[in-house]
């Protein structure tokens, strides 16, 4: 077993311990603390896969912004915080059968594909990674398109939300 | 050297899990939680696939980034009205929230 | 290996510091823990209810336009770095981009949701 | 290659020898060399944190003509040392009903939050520390777990002080990112890069030249991401009592506050490197890495100087005043400015560098100049219409 191969190991075991935590852990500022624990995990899993912008980008957006927003939206409802009635719904066991079920069918289709265990091609050395992505993004015969509409995506969201959150009535 | 496959099956794993906490959570602000706990699973798969395909094609990298947009957009929105729901309803128990069932 | 290794050697060296600074603190100093001590600050009086506030939903607009404009601003970095080679129409795609998000925010100030109070 | 040209190389070559003499595998032989180079380098950071506590005390008593330190050992010298015997001897409370492990984890992030920037500070030309080509964007992420461990810290803290303080804390350091984001796109567009190191070397001109109001603006979003005056509302003693650190004692409260000082101290450090041309002055930095470094950290002493004249010159401004600021006339100014600035740059792009300089620096100065108009303008039209009709004319404006 190679170095990468453990530490692969160590940050998946990580990422997933983290992420059963979110959904089973009863207090929600903890759940959502867990939940940043699990983006980090999910962070070192792209720097392992040499996507470094994404990786920076992940901690920028998802623990800076979201899990603040998480956090901020829990203070907010903060009535069901520490009340006693369970957090989960009485058959969970449905819900258990179903992501198991769900990660089985996964495997079983997974296993039947021909480039499962295939093997990364080396970077080019001289392979500028975040200038690709920012051409890809920019140039009109690629992705200039969802590059704008995302956006407009901000836009309508930025615009509903607050709608949301403050139509006094 | 990490075969895809083992990404691939990391992915798999997390997606199961954020998919049982949105089935299980009867909080709103939870299963908004495990909603991006599936999020992050696919963006897992996309720079995977980026990474063990041609690495000069930034499709994979593109479309991660334009999940984190819909992942920004959804939680905006989404959490929005939970809080929009806690205002009126006091509650943010989503078996609670049967106000569109008749 | 590639360059995020030096990367995890900060991160673990800038968690053991600190980790080491409160441990030692934890054995040198004194440990007699009373009600009292442990009880919370509260302007010298006792303390009046949880701790749990209520906070004002102005909080969850300032973390909800931040959101938005920290995807914007992070979206435009790929945008940034090509700049200097791609010429001007990459300039009016970035405008173009960056005037929409513009129309948000003055209509969360024309709504009044940028006031605190 | 001797050791005064490349004094890192040297010393790791020759410990990877000696390891590899004791039979080590050449792989985990680097890494150790590499972890104690770390360990090393964030040895030399925490005494100069120390160091910073006299410095700040100084330099603070200088601006409020007083003394300052001066009893402990030369100009007391001595005296954050007694500090920190005094820190650690001290009793830890944890107050009752305490979230026990965010409560001690949060001091714990919060400094390696700031520790953890060092690892994209380009020291000198051959210590680039780590070639991230992502490094301006990491500061911002180290900024996110920086942030992190303040809610943590405030919420976990059972005290509704700390929880407020906390959060208040939390909407102005989010608020301020984005205009401080803006900025970093500033020398990305120069340069065409996100390494550290490549804006330092493309700085034939410093960027503070090309870009002035850029360079105030950061600094303007770096001192309210650090929470200090004006901009220290978390620690408003007369509403908040001390904001979100109110229940921690002993050392874990040094680290919030040695991570605070050392933070100042770090932004002044990629203040200089973003706009001041990092290590280079004038073709010194070629002579020796060492001058190298000293440069550095002259720039950053500078940037961090002009920190604290702000932060004792300046008085605190309320939360309201500072989340409008940032959000109706930082924010708009700080992209407007980004995009003028790619406009000019790609209109000036085949000028000459004195037209480029010269041509860069009036739009930043135009810039501003109108933003400073519409806000003067729109701020008296909002007094008119609080105050009334306008007053009798012996009332100058």
Same mark, same amino acid.
């Given at each position: 077993?190679?170095?990468?191969?453990?530490?692969?190991?160590?940050?998946?075991?990580?990422?997933?311990?983290?992420?059963?935590?979110?959904?089973?852990?009863?207090?929600?500022?903890?759940?959502?603390?867990? &939940?940043?624990?699990?983006?980090? @995990?999910?962070?070192? +899993?792209? #720097?392992?896969?040499?996507?470094? *912008?994404? %990786? =920076?980008?992940?901690?920028?957006?998802?623990?800076?912004?979201?899990?603040?927003?998480?956090?901020?939206?829990?203070?907010?409802?903060?009535?069901?915080?520490?009340?006693?009635?369970?957090?989960?719904?009485?058959?969970?066991?449905?819900?258990?059968?179903?992501?198991?079920?769900?990660?089985?069918?996964?495997?079983? &289709?997974?296993?039947?594909?021909? @480039?499962?265990?295939? +093997?990364? #091609?080396?970077?080019?050395?001289? *392979?500028? %990674? =975040?200038?690709?992505?920012?051409?890809?993004?920019?140039?009109?015969?690629?992705?200039?398109?969802?590059?704008?509409?995302?956006?407009?995506?901000?836009?309508?969201?930025?615009?509903?939300?607050?709608?949301?959150?403050?139509?006094?009535? | 050297?990490?075969?895809?496959?083992?990404?691939?099956?990391?992915?798999?794993?997390?997606?199961?899990?954020?998919?049982?906490?949105?089935?299980?959570?009867?909080?709103?602000?939870?299963?908004?939680?495990?909603?991006?706990?599936?999020?992050?699973?696919?963006?897992?798969?996309?720079?995977?696939?980026?990474?063990?395909?041609?690495?000069?094609?930034?499709?994979?990298?593109?479309?991660?980034?334009?999940?984190?947009?819909?992942?920004?957009?959804?939680?905006?929105?989404?959490?929005?009205?939970?809080?929009?729901?806690?205002?009126?309803?006091?509650?943010?128990?989503?078996?609670?929230?049967?106000?569109?069932?008749? | 290996?590639?360059?995020?290794?030096?990367?995890?050697?900060?991160?673990?060296?800038?968690?053991?510091?600190?980790?080491?600074?409160?441990?030692?603190?934890?054995?040198?100093?004194?440990?007699?823990?009373?009600?009292?001590?442990?009880?919370?600050?509260?302007?010298?009086?006792?303390?009046?209810?949880?701790?749990?506030?209520?906070?004002?939903?102005?909080?969850?607009?300032?973390?909800?336009?931040?959101?938005?404009?920290?995807?914007?601003?992070?979206?435009?970095?790929?945008?940034?770095?090509?700049?200097?080679?791609?010429?001007?129409?990459?300039?009016?795609?970035?405008?173009?981009?960056?005037?929409?998000?513009?129309?948000?925010?003055?209509?969360?100030?024309?709504?009044?949701?940028?006031?605190?109070? | 290659?001797?050791?005064?040209?490349?004094?890192?190389?040297?010393?790791?070559?020759?410990?990877?020898?000696?390891?590899?003499?004791?039979?080590?595998?050449?792989?985990?032989?680097?890494?150790?060399?590499?972890?104690?180079?770390?360990?090393?380098?964030?040895?030399?950071?925490?005494?100069?944190?120390?160091?910073?506590?006299?410095?700040?005390?100084?330099?603070?008593?200088?601006?409020?003509?007083?003394?300052?330190?001066?009893?402990?050992?030369?100009?007391?010298?001595?005296?954050?040392?007694?500090?920190?015997?005094?820190?650690?001897?001290?009793?830890?409370?944890?107050?009752?009903?305490?979230?026990?492990?965010?409560?001690?984890?949060?001091?714990?992030?919060?400094?390696?939050?700031?520790?953890?920037?060092?690892?994209?500070?380009?020291?000198?030309?051959?210590?680039?520390?780590?070639?991230?080509?992502?490094?301006?964007?990491?500061?911002?992420?180290?900024?996110?777990?920086?942030?992190?461990?303040?809610?943590?810290?405030?919420?976990?803290?059972?005290?509704?002080?700390?929880?407020?303080?906390?959060?208040?804390?939390?909407?102005?350091?989010?608020?301020?990112?984005?205009?401080?984001?803006?900025?970093?796109?500033?020398?990305?567009?120069?340069?065409?890069?996100?390494?550290?190191?490549?804006?330092?070397?493309?700085?034939?001109?410093?960027?503070?030249?090309?870009?002035?109001?850029?360079?105030?603006?950061?600094?303007?979003?770096?001192?309210?991401?650090?929470?200090?005056?004006?901009?220290?509302?978390?620690?408003?003693?007369?509403?908040?009592?001390?904001?979100?650190?109110?229940?921690?004692?002993?050392?874990?409260?040094?680290?919030?506050?040695?991570?605070?000082?050392?933070?100042?101290?770090?932004?002044?450090?990629?203040?200089?490197?973003?706009?001041?041309?990092?290590?280079?002055?004038?073709?010194?930095?070629?002579?020796?890495?060492?001058?190298?470094?000293?440069?550095?950290?002259?720039?950053?002493?500078?940037?961090?100087?002009?920190?604290?004249?702000?932060?004792?010159?300046?008085?605190?401004?309320?939360?309201?005043?500072?989340?409008?600021?940032?959000?109706?006339?930082?924010?708009?100014?700080?992209?407007?400015?980004?995009?003028?600035?790619?406009?000019?740059?790609?209109?000036?792009?085949?000028?000459?560098?004195?037209?480029?300089?010269?041509?860069?620096?009036?739009?930043?100065?135009?810039?501003?100049?109108?933003?400073?108009?519409?806000?003067?303008?729109?701020?008296?039209?909002?007094?008119?219409?609080?105050?009334?009709?306008?007053?009798?004319?012996?009332?100058?404006?």
């Amino acid at each position: 077993m190679t170095g990468e191969q453990i530490i692969f190991l160590i940050t998946a075991g990580y990422t997933l311990g983290s992420g059963l935590m979110v959904v089973t852990t009863r207090n929600l500022v903890h759940a959502a603390l867990w &939940l940043v624990a699990t983006l980090f @995990g999910v962070a070192v +899993t792209y #720097a392992l896969l040499n996507a470094n *912008f994404i %990786a =920076v980008v992940q901690i920028v957006v998802y623990i800076g912004a979201i899990a603040i927003l998480f956090i901020f939206a829990v203070m907010l409802t903060r009535k069901d915080l520490r009340d006693n009635t369970p957090q989960m719904n009485k058959n969970w066991w449905v819900g258990a059968l179903l992501a198991v079920l769900t990660f089985a069918g996964f495997a079983f &289709l997974l296993q039947g594909w021909s @480039g499962f265990s295939k +093997t990364a #091609a080396a970077i080019p050395s001289e *392979f500028d %990674a =975040v200038g690709a992505l920012g051409e890809a993004l920019v140039s009109p015969n690629a992705y200039v398109l969802p590059f704008e509409v995302a956006s407009v995506l901000l836009l309508a969201a930025l615009v509903g939300a607050v709608y949301l959150a403050f139509n006094k009535k | 050297m990490v075969p895809l496959s083992w990404y691939l099956m990391l992915a798999a794993a997390l997606f199961s899990i954020g998919l049982f906490g949105v089935l299980v959570r009867r909080n709103a602000v939870a299963i908004l939680l495990g909603v991006e706990l599936m999020l992050n699973a696919v963006n897992i798969n996309l720079v995977a696939f980026w990474r063990y395909g041609d690495v000069t094609s930034m499709a994979g990298q593109v479309f991660t980034v334009i999940v984190f947009v819909v992942a920004a957009a959804e939680v905006a929105v989404g959490l929005a009205l939970v809080i929009s729901v806690y205002r009126r309803r006091n509650t943010v128990v989503a078996d609670e929230l049967d106000m569109m069932k008749w | 290996m590639n360059e995020w290794l030096y990367v995890a050697l900060f991160l673990i060296v800038g968690l053991i510091i600190p980790i080491g600074a409160i441990t030692a603190g934890f054995i040198f100093g004194p440990k007699k823990p009373n009600p009292i001590k442990e009880s919370t600050y509260e302007c010298g009086i006792e303390p009046v209810g949880e701790a749990w506030v209520q906070f004002k939903a102005q909080y969850y607009i300032f973390a909800l336009v931040f959101l938005v404009f920290d995807v914007e601003a992070v979206l435009l970095f790929p945008w940034a770095v090509k700049l200097g080679q791609l010429g001007l129409y990459v300039v009016i795609e970035g405008i173009i981009f960056v005037s929409i998000l513009i129309v948000g925010l003055v209509y969360t100030w024309r709504k009044g949701m940028l006031e605190w109070v | 290659m001797n050791f005064w040209n490349d004094p890192l190389k040297v010393a790791a070559d020759w410990l990877e020898g000696i390891f590899a003499g004791w039979g080590m595998d050449a792989v985990l032989a680097h890494v150790l060399v590499a972890f104690l180079g770390v360990f090393l380098l964030i040895i030399i950071l925490m005494v100069l944190d120390i160091f910073l506590v006299w410095v700040e005390r100084k330099v603070v008593a200088r601006f409020q003509d007083r003394l300052g330190p001066n009893r402990v050992g030369p100009f007391g010298l001595i005296q954050p040392f007694a500090d920190i015997i005094k820190l650690m001897i001290k009793e830890d409370t944890t107050p009752g009903g305490a979230d026990k492990v965010v409560y001690n984890l949060a001091p714990i992030l919060s400094m390696a939050s700031v520790l953890i920037l060092w690892a994209v500070v380009p020291l000198a030309p051959v210590m680039l520390g780590v070639d991230l080509n992502v490094g301006v964007l990491f500061l911002i992420a180290a900024g996110a777990i920086g942030t992190l461990s303040i809610i943590m810290a405030g919420w976990s803290s059972n005290n509704k002080f700390a929880t407020i303080g906390g959060f208040r804390q939390v909407a102005v350091m989010v608020s301020f990112e984005i205009p401080m984001l803006a900025m970093l796109m500033i020398p990305v567009i120069f340069s065409g890069s996100m390494n550290m190191n490549t804006i330092i070397e493309s700085q034939n001109v410093w960027y503070f030249l090309i870009s002035p109001l850029g360079a105030l603006i950061f600094l303007i979003a770096a001192i309210a991401e650090l929470g200090r005056a004006p901009f220290d509302l978390a620690e408003g003693e007369s509403e908040l009592v001390a904001g979100f650190n109110i229940e921690y004692s002993g050392m874990k409260f040094g680290m919030f506050f040695a991570g605070e000082l050392l933070h100042a101290f770090t932004f002044g450090g990629f203040w200089a490197i973003l706009f001041f041309g990092g290590y280079r002055f004038f073709g010194l930095e070629q002579v020796s890495p060492f001058l190298a470094v000293l440069i550095l950290v002259i720039k950053a002493m500078v940037g961090y100087w002009v920190i604290m004249w702000v932060r004792y010159t300046v008085m605190r401004i309320r939360i309201d005043q500072m989340l409008a600021f940032n959000w109706k006339f930082l924010t708009p100014l700080a992209f407007v400015l980004v995009l003028v600035t790619a406009l000019a740059d790609a209109l000036l792009a085949s000028a000459p560098t004195w037209l480029y300089v010269s041509g860069m620096f009036l739009a930043n100065v135009l810039t501003g100049w109108a933003a400073l108009e519409i806000a003067r303008s729109a701020t008296h039209k909002e007094r008119e219409q609080l105050e009334g009709a306008k007053q009798p004319a012996e009332v100058s404006h």
